[in-house]
């Protein structure tokens, strides 16, 4: 059996907060939208992938927004460095806050969305690493400074290689 990942449902609170940081800032959009039954919430689908109705939905249902979720993230891997910046500037034109942290096989940006679901965004490196690993990473630096250092960074932490190796590896497993 092998099984592919689709989609996350999340409940939310505020449709207009939620809808436009998942559109403007991340660049979603709306596939369809409606109520789940006769009366009841909104659940809202949306995608970037015209091979999947969604991957995201938001079912408006939420009672109280804290401060925390029993959601600890999703992730969103971009194919290249570009992409990974352009997520930057776009939270750095909201005045988004976010973590820059990489996990050596990764160089990933942490943040929240307006309702403190957690969100990560990354780009992957050459190398794989035994996990779990976290360093913060300097957002300002261009793709080639970001591969020396991570090289530099996790070059002898337990597991390092080209990820090739690592492909290889995973499919040898029983
Ligand atoms: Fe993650």
């Given at each position: 059996m092998k099984l592919d990942w689709s989609h996350t449902?999340?409940?939310?609170?505020?449709?207009?907060?939620i809808l436009d940081f998942y559109t403007n800032t991340l660049s979603f959009k709306i596939s369809d939208r409606g109520p789940i039954i006769e009366n009841g919430p909104e659940i809202i689908f949306m995608s970037q992938?015209?091979?999947?109705?969604?991957?995201l939905a938001f079912v408006v249902s939420r009672e109280e927004v804290g401060t925390q979720t029993s959601l600890n993230h999703i992730s969103f891997r971009v194919g290249t460095f570009d992409e990974l910046k352009k997520v930057k500037?776009?939270?750095d034109s909201i005045n988004h806050d976010y973590l820059p942290l990489c996990h050596?096989?990764?160089l990933s940006f942490y943040f929240s969305d307006p309702e403190q679901n957690g969100i990560e965004v990354f780009t992957d490196t050459p190398w794989d690493v035994d996990q779990p690993q976290g360093v913060p990473w300097d957002p300002d630096l261009d793709e080639q400074s970001a591969l020396e250092w991570v090289e530099q960074?996790?070059?002898d932490e337990p597991g390092f290689v080209k990820r090739?190796?690592?492909?290889?590896e995973f499919v040898n497993r029983k």
């Open positions: 449902v999340i409940n939310i609170k505020d449709s207009e907060k992938d015209p091979n999947e109705h969604h991957q500037e776009r939270l050596g096989n990764a960074a996790f070059i090739e190796k690592s492909i290889k």
